[in-house]
């Protein structure tokens, strides 16, 4: 079935430092891509989605290129800021449905230090 | 209203009392979504309605979960006889049309369960 694994966490850098959380996917398929973000005491927040084979997603700062050849979507950003503390999921719609249940990867921990 | 409502944002729970969680999704959201969410963990898939119709129920983990959506708008997931392994985050999640890869999902801020 779908799966999605990502990168154990948890990950601590200093401002203005790169980011990489690396997230490789096992589907049916080629289906649509997404990060999705958890701030503190809030839901999850769609981040950013590609739909297709080497589009590449983009929201405030952050960027990922769906590779089908790796079966990978790894999110980066280029100097991370402390409000990106947060948990970013990868997940991806399916699961064999019609109707997109999300299959998510197990979280990753960013902690962002000034 | 703006957003995917949820609550209580926190249940506490004696170990076999039965708890409601209700959703209020986004006005006009044609498809809904339960997932739960253990600590440490990514949210995992329980059922799905399209309007008032339940048409996925394969993720409730024992016939103690129970969820509805009579009227095609608020939902509402039941739990019977709580145990402690039900302790979780329960979210809920809406979009406006059903399909693969076309439904973004907004998430409620979701219902902290503690079954002591």
């Known amino acids: 079935g779908d799966s999605v694994t990502q990168m154990e966490g948890p990950v601590t850098l200093s401002e203005e430092a790169f980011l990489t959380i690396n997230c490789t996917y096992t589907?049916?398929?080629?289906?649509?891509l997404f990060w999705y973000v958890q701030y503190p005491g809030e839901g999850l927040q769609l981040l950013l989605k590609?739909?297709?084979?080497?589009d590449k997603g983009s929201n405030k700062g952050f960027e990922a290129t769906y590779r089908k050849e790796t079966t990978s979507f790894h999110l980066e950003k280029g100097s991370v800021q402390v409000s990106d503390s947060a948990v970013y999921f990868c997940?991806?719609?399916?699961?064999?449905?019609?109707?997109?249940?999300?299959?998510f990867g197990q979280g990753t921990i960013l902690t962002v230090h000034p | 209203g703006a957003g995917v409502s949820q609550s209580p944002r926190y249940k506490v729970a004696k170990r076999g009392q039965d708890v409601a969680l209700r959703c209020d999704p986004i006005?006009?959201?044609?498809?809904l979504f339960w997932y739960q969410q253990a600590l440490g963990q990514g949210p995992e898939f329980l059922t799905y309605?399209?309007?008032?119709?339940?048409?996925?129920k394969s993720g409730l983990p024992s016939d103690r979960f129970f969820a509805e959506r009579p009227e095609g708008s608020v939902s509402t997931l039941k739990i019977q006889r709580t145990q402690q392994e039900d302790s979780a985050v329960y979210l809920c999640?809406?979009?406006?049309?059903?399909?693969?890869?076309?439904?973004?999902?907004?998430f409620g801020a979701g219902t902290r369960l503690s079954v002591l």
């Open positions: 589907a049916t398929g080629y289906p649509s």
């Open positions: 309605f399209q309007n008032e119709a339940q048409l996925d």
């Open positions: 999640a809406s979009s406006f049309s059903a399909g693969v890869g076309k439904n973004i999902q907004y």
């Open positions: 997940a991806l719609p399916g699961g064999g449905t019609s109707y997109g249940k999300l299959t």
């Open positions: 006005s006009g959201h044609v498809s």
């Open positions: 590609a739909t297709k084979a080497d």
